[in-house]
């Protein structure tokens, strides 16, 4: 069975870091593309990050040059390094898989919440 | 970027009733486009791909259709378990966009 854990939310201040992380288990986390997706209170979903079974990145703009996707291949896990965060970072944060070379969202973790705030 | 856009963003409806959700693409994806239910407080439910693929475990009374640039999600009869926040994503660009959501409310 396909599972995706993320772990790593809470409160940090504004301009300070944080890492996410997922852990997976019924799949290889190495191949498959893989993505994070946020969701601010009450509003819509927002791809954040993609990582190919290859290593090749790609970020949102609102993210990119703070945020970092990686995976460790031994732990089978998905992490996102995020730094100079912002308030309008606050969300909640899902790792999702992606079926095959085409990034649309097979499977979801259960998200994990990063609020910024002073 | 592509942008998506959803349509209507609330939706009330009862049980019975079929429903249509509408969402256009900026420019021209092909079939790329994926459609995801969501209930308050849980991961989004990937329910169709490639425009019109039920994925397996769908009930059948959710279709979608279109290509190009308008798409739609139909759900035949509506059932008490439908009530929740539908959204479109697409896939044909490296970056993929969501649309903004359409909650199906109870009339």
């Known amino acids: 069975e396909v599972q995706l854990v993320e772990s790593g939310g809470g409160l940090v201040q504004p301009g300070g870091s944080l890492r996410l992380s997922c852990a997976a288990s019924g799949f290889t986390v190495s191949s498959n593309y893989m993505s994070w997706v946020r969701q601010a209170p009450g509003k819509g979903l927002e791809w954040v990050s993609v990582?190919?079974?290859?290593?090749?990145?790609y970020y949102a703009d609102s993210v990119k040059g703070r945020f970092t996707i990686s995976r460790d291949n031994s732990k089978n896990t998905l992490y996102l390094q995020m730094n100079s965060l912002r308030a309008e970072d606050t969300a909640v944060y899902y790792c999702a898989r992606t079926r095959g070379t085409t990034v649309f969202f097979d499977y979801w973790g259960q998200g994990t919440l990063v609020t910024v705030s002073s | 970027d592509i942008q998506m856009t959803q349509s209507p963003s609330t939706l009330s409806a009862s049980v019975g009733d079929r429903v249509t959700i509408t969402c256009r693409a900026s420019q021209s994806i092909s079939s790329w486009l994926a459609w995801y239910q969501q209930k308050p407080g849980k991961a989004p439910k990937l329910l169709i791909n490639k425009a019109s693929s039920l994925e397996n475990g769908v009930p059948s009374r959710f279709s979608g259709s279109g290509s190009g640039t308008e798409f739609t999600l139909t759900i035949s009869s509506l059932q008490p378990d439908d009530f929740a926040t539908y959204y479109c994503?697409?896939?044909?660009?490296?970056?993929?966009?969501f649309g903004g959501g359409t909650k199906v409310e109870i009339k």
């Open positions: 990582i190919y079974t290859g290593g090749t990145t």
């Open positions: 994503q697409q896939y044909n660009s490296f970056l993929p966009t």
